[in-house]
């Protein structure tokens, strides 16, 4: 975010923050976090202090995907919570030509009586840092262990000092029609993480691809060394005829046997090598050994150089293919050109045609659309995760537990709203808001339901989505 953008979310916090009590804190990283403002539109205040890509604006998302996504708590989310909790936001400033946005919060202690606090969410790049100031501007507390004058515990907090190339305010950020600045910058940053989540896919994928590319050309080197030790078998032959046709004249030598090598013209005198224990008869026996063992490796290392070879051209048009489908964006391909190991592995022996029916309630749409919905968390994992293609529809009661639900879409179609309805009642129904009047309901396309790591079965995180308000039940002639 540069100093224009800043100024402009720093703008807008300043008409909708003041007056606004300071509630629950959602570390989602150890440098994310998500506040509750008790904002009346249901937005939460969104700060990254990731050096790569700090940032602040105001975020719509579900409660209960926050408190999912929730899983970390540094020790100063403990911190802010200690002291701002009883507090409310006086004012939103941002320093002339910075890159930092300030949050003046007012509130009264019983010990202490009127109190002032500043959040300084200072958004400068690797100096990125989140700081809880006293009333009197001097450092009680920051994320990241500050450096510097005005950046450690107990100075008077001062900004770092930049260059003015780093302060100049830059372009505005582009809207692209939304409604403010804060809409535009999560919708570019969920775009951004999401291609972030498949560059490191694609990387996994193409390491792993290429790993294995490796193993094949190191084991093809190994099959070509082994085919050359087992040396020429028609020399082996020869060597071993012309020592059983010279039995009678060979001439023990230091190499071995001095014989007359009667398959070049004018029969000149040759030196086999042998072992000088053995025998004429012993040594053509051990060349006659080596003849057949060379003919035998001979054709089986060819069978395996053709079967390795071929292995390796495969691996290599599927790290073409892998590419191919990154590069154009379709999920389905890369999903088939990527190795097992980078996918949820199918469990041996049981078909994917068989997997959909357990555990799996179906119904069909008024449009016709195939809509699955999962019967306990572990089916909810499969049905997301091994049968949902990249384009089909997700849903999920919003804020309740439940089921989710797939409306399948292999055509690829435009879903029509009647099929959302049915889909978004079914979600409801099954689902712990299947008593209430109207239930709100999540949807959003396959590609942007994420696993958090280490989550429990059924636990999900939604990258994007919108919501639908029906009223829990089972459409009629829709099956199940």
Same mark, same amino acid.
């Given at each position: ?58 975020? &719509?998302?579900?409660?209960? %995907? ?68 006293? #009333? ?40 692209? #029609? ?146 191919? $489908? ?10 088939? $050109? ?69 409306? &399948?879409?292999?055509? &690829? ?22 008593? %209430?009047?109207?239930? $709100? ?40």
């Amino acid at each position: 975010m540069n100093e224009q953008t800043v100024r402009e979310v720093a703008e807008e916090l300043s008409r909708v923050l003041p007056g606004q009590r300071f509630g629950r804190i959602f570390s989602l990283s150890k440098l994310k976090f998500a506040i509750d403002m008790r904002l009346r539109d249901g937005r939460f205040l969104f700060v990254s202090l990731e050096p790569q890509s700090p940032r602040i604006y105001l975020i &719509r998302r579900g409660l209960r %995907e926050l408190e999912k996504a929730s899983r970390f708590d540094p020790p100063f989310a403990a911190v802010l919570r200690k002291y701002l909790a009883n507090t409310e936001v006086a004012s939103t400033r941002k320093p002339e030509g910075e890159r930092a946005v300030l949050i003046d919060l007012r509130g009264v202690s019983e010990l202490e009586g009127a109190v002032a606090y500043t959040l300084a969410v200072q958004l400068t790049g690797r100096s990125s840092n989140l700081f809880l100031l006293n #009333g009197a501007g001097r450092i009680m507390d920051s994320l990241k262990e500050g450096k510097g004058p005005g950046q450690e515990t107990a100075d008077i907090y001062q900004l770092p000092s930049t260059s003015p190339d780093q302060r100049r305010g830059g372009e505005p950020f582009d809207k692209a #029609g939304k409604d403010s600045v804060s809409e535009a910058l999560d919708e570019f940053y969920l775009a951004k993480d999401e291609e972030a989540r498949r560059l490191s896919a694609f990387r996994s994928a193409e390491s792993a691809l290429r790993g294995e590319l490796k193993k094949k050309e190191r084991l093809r080197k190994a099959l070509e060394k082994d085919r050359e030790d087992h040396g020429d078998e028609e020399q082996w032959k020869r060597f071993g005829e012309l020592l059983l046709a010279n039995t009678s004249n060979a001439k023990r030598v230091d190499e071995g046997f001095s014989v007359a090598d009667y398959y070049s013209d004018g029969a000149p005198e040759i030196v086999i090598p042998s072992d000088p224990r053995h025998t004429v008869a012993e040594s053509a026996e051990f060349y006659f050994k080596r003849y057949a063992k060379a003919r035998n490796a001979r054709t089986a290392i060819a069978e395996r150089l053709i079967a390795v070879s071929d292995e390796i051209d495969g691996i290599e048009r599927q790290i073409e293919r892998l590419k191919d $489908a990154f590069g154009s964006g379709d999920d389905d391909a890369f999903e088939e $050109a990527a190795p097992p190991e980078s996918q949820n592995k199918q469990k041996p022996g049981r078909s994917r045609g068989r997997d959909e029916q357990t555990g799996v309630r179906k119904f069909i749409s008024r449009d016709g659309f195939e809509i699955l919905v999962g019967k306990r968390s572990k089916d909810n994992d499969h049905l997301t995760f091994r049968i949902a293609r990249s384009l089909d529809t997700w849903m999920h009661a919003a804020d309740y537990p439940g089921s989710h639900v797939v409306i &399948r879409n292999p055509q &690829r179609k435009e879903v029509p709203h009647s099929t959302l309805v049915d889909a978004a009642q079914i979600a409801a129904f099954y689902s712990k808001a299947k008593g %209430e009047s109207k239930a $709100a309901v999540h949807y959003t396309l396959r590609k942007f339901v994420h696993k958090p790591k280490g989550a429990k079965p059924g636990l999900v995180s939604l990258a994007d989505f919108k919501t639908i308000l029906v009223e829990p039940g089972i459409p009629p002639g829709s099956g199940g």
